[in-house]
């Protein structure tokens, strides 16, 4: 009894310390919630978590409390308390913890009952059943939740009953007279047991409708053996266990001995054949050999529901008749498209930015995005990155103050175009330096950032200590901030709070901050959103916009189910897929805005209903802000790999899988890799608008010719339509890998790279793009050098190549010039013998670079660096 006692007390103890654990939560994210307009979304979610918990929890106690007095009454009678003298406290202990454990597993389920409460027809049906393929997106997941669960539930009460009463004397089984003992046990138990069994049938009544997310058949998706015999099959188990359920509850069943284990025994014979033998053998005997001709309407099933649920339906099939040889005349004709060839990647690039304008230590580029804006009055391709705090501050620097007072925010970003470079190899810069000068009509007016792709921990603004703002030369600019993001701790209570909930008590008793401080957290743009909108599933690349003088951060969210039925899962994931929401995060106050890009979409659908206020339509967006909406790379990446295989819609052709596509494989940083999806801004074959598109070259399978390729459109109004050109297949396109290896052989490329690569440099070859140009295309790839013991990548070189010429020059102009010209390239002659004076030369001005880089002598640098570039090409 002590024991029981001391257990009990510890178990309370626990709680409560969870409790409090919980509720110092809760009033910290409601507080959250709050200063961003979003109670309602606050209370919603947590409601119905709570919910969910206290029904869950009350009703398995109350069934578990109910099975323990029975059972405790039986024993009272029978003058014993079981098979030990504390077996009714522990047992009242364990239905408490099954009963939490329920009620905590159930909470975890709230997007189900979200997703179910509010579900919304879907206007389509399965060709199976003829049900709104609603039923399964919404309704069969939280039907299938709850028979899982009662039945695990039915399961341990009847096995937990059963071996207390059998080991107390109560019951025991008899050959001849089957179960045997005390009529309340042997009552008690059946009981349960028929429940079991009815739970059982449901879970064999319900799988008919999992048979249309089937793996056994041609395809994924219900087939032949599926629909015309395990179907059935089912729905008889279903009414055989469902009749078994009632016949447990017999007096002459429970005590007929053998019979009942002859009829247990038949019931697993009915299962064997009924849900393995028979489909097997007709899959085996009757499918296999007549598969096409069986499996024909149900291969035309899984093509159109996968094609729906991947957004394929509406892909905009052309033929791409590459005939025509480009000429210089055709390329002037696009010149818009040329001069925004994207030559600088992301990763080199980075790595500029961080020795040319990171400026100091505790600045970060984390990320480079690319986007389009108008510079001077032309549409161009930009690249750009923010200048973010990093969490570096080192020994006596590393103070409370100065980590979650003073340097609270990164400052600024850097914006360069993406086809261009200075003369030394470096990125031409737009917006540049500490404060932030723009040129090209760009503005930056707000560059503070205090929300931002890597921002992590707490910061306290708005108080005694002047917030650092940025460098400037010996000394350092100090400022206020003046917006409204974070929690205002304007009262005592909730500095006691936050103390609490960052387990740090110098937030309740430093001196600097005041009623009008403003502690601001979970300041990192996905987990903002994450928070936000757990439902959602949000893109790994959140990118930087400049709109308006002011910086923001647009995240790309999506909808998705795996229970869309017919249609084929993704990397084995989610079968549907949207883009169906944008948020846009203000980089200076954290304001997070949701709106609406597809509200057709029946998922989507759901949370509108649900929540009301936390979503905009499209047209509340601003203008501005509308124009720098990407594709995400990520929704592309998928229907770009679904289209590869369902663009084939003739049953017999996807069948046989005749015309597989695939991604290409590309030479980067020396290693092979699959092709990634690039933006590119550009013409669209026969059209006259120059727009910002998302496009990939695709290759058949297992082969390295190109035979498609595939855009996005990112401008309004076309915006997330998909366009596919195909090629002709009686012609042989050079695709990204033969490119690859034409480089790789190319005398003059490989003498010069080899070179370069062999003392003093590394050669760092980028992403190869493919330019659709009219009824031809161009092949671009940069060339980047890295002198050794710097990482300041410099972009050298350009090949471009038609697919029969190639050439590698200092400008893509050039290396156009010479694959286009009139006059024939000239073979470059090997390379002029370097002597030791030549080396020695070479060593001084990388020297002489080294040091003026880690000086920051930036004039010093770019002449030693120009000094060594003249001596690397003679």
Known sequence: MEFTRALRWLLIAGALLIASSKLIGWAVEYLWFDALGYVSVFWTLRLVKLGLFLVAFLLVLIYLWINMFFLAACLARMGTRGPASVTPGLFKLAAVGVALAYALGFTGEWDTLLRY???????????????????????????????NAL??????????????????????????????????????VTINLALLLLALAAGFYLDRFELLQSTEGAVHGAGYTDVHVLRPALATVAVVTAMLAGAVLAPRVQRAGSGALAVFGGYMVLLFLGLVLLPWSVQGLRVKPNELQLEHPFLEHNIAFTRAAFGLEHVDERLHDSTEPLELAVLERNRPTVENIRLWDWGPLRRTFRQLQQIRSYYEFNDVDVDRYRVDGAYRQVMLSA???????????????????????????????????????????????LPPRAQGGLEVHQ??????????????VATGVKEFD???????????????????????????????????????????????????????????????????????????????????????????????????????????????????????????????????????????????????????????????????????????????????TVPQVFYNREDVWSTPWEKFGGEQVRMKPYYVLMKLPEEERLEFLLMLPLTPNNRDNMIAWMAARCDFPGYGELVVFKLPKERLIVGPTQIEAMIDQDTAVSQQLSLWDQRGSRVLRGNLLVIPIERSFIYVEPVFLIAEGTDLPQLKRVIVSDGERLAMEPTLEESLRAVFGDRPREEAGPPRPHGPGRLSEAREALEAAEKALREGRWEAFGGAMRALERVLSE
Not at 135 to 142: E, Q, R, S, V
Not at 389 to 415: A, F, P
Request: aromatic residues 16%; proline residues 6%; neutral net charge.
């Open 117 to 147: 409460v509010w579900a919304q027809p879907v206007g389509r049906t399965d060709p199976v059943y003829g049900l709104d393929i609603g039923f399964y997106l919404f309704a069969l997941p939280f039907v299938e939740m709850l028979q």
């Open 151 to 188: 039945l695990v539930l039915f399961l341990l009460a009847t096995a937990l009953l059963a071996w207390v009463y059998w080991t107390a004397g109560a019951l025991r089984f008899e050959w001849a007279g089957g179960l045997q003992g005390i009529s309340t046990a042997r009552w008690h």
């Open 387 to 433: 200048r973010e705090l990093s969490d570096v501050l080192q020994g006596k620097t590393r103070t409370w103050v100065n980590r979650r007072l003073q340097y609270t925010h990164g400052y600024g970003l850097v914006i360069s175009l993406a086809a261009e470079k200075t003369g030394q190899g470096a990125p031409l810069l737009l917006v540049k330096d």
């Open 447 to 460: 560059p503070a950032i205090y929300y931002g792709d890597t921002m992590s921990g707490y910061r306290i």
């Open 470 to 648: 940025y460098p400037k030369g010996d000394e350092n600019v100090y400022t206020r901030y003046e917006g409204r993001g974070g929690v205002a701790l304007d009262a005592a209570w909730k500095r006691g709070l936050f103390a609490l909930h960052q387990i740090d008590a110098s937030v309740l008793l430093s001196g600097y901050i005041t009623p009008r401080s403003r502690i601001q957290f979970w300041r990192r743009v996905r987990e903002r959103t994450e928070r936000l909108a757990p439902f959602l599933r949000f893109d790994d690349d959140p990118y930087l916009v400049l709109s308006d003088g002011r910086l923001y951060w647009i995240q790309d969210a999506y909808t998705v189910s795996s229970t869309f039925p017919y249609s084929e899962p993704y990397a084995g994931d989610f079968n549907y897929i949207r883009n169906s929401v944008k948020v846009v995060v203000d980089a200076y106050d954290g304001s997070v805005r949701f709106y609406v890009m597809e509200p057709e979409d029946p998922v989507l659908s759901v949370y509108r209903l649900a929540l009301p206020k936390l979503f905009r339509p499209l047209n509340a967006m601003p203008e501005e802000l509308r124009g720098h909406l990407r594709y995400p790379q990520q929704l592309f990446e998928a229907q770009a790999a679904m289209y590869s295989i369902y663009h084939m």
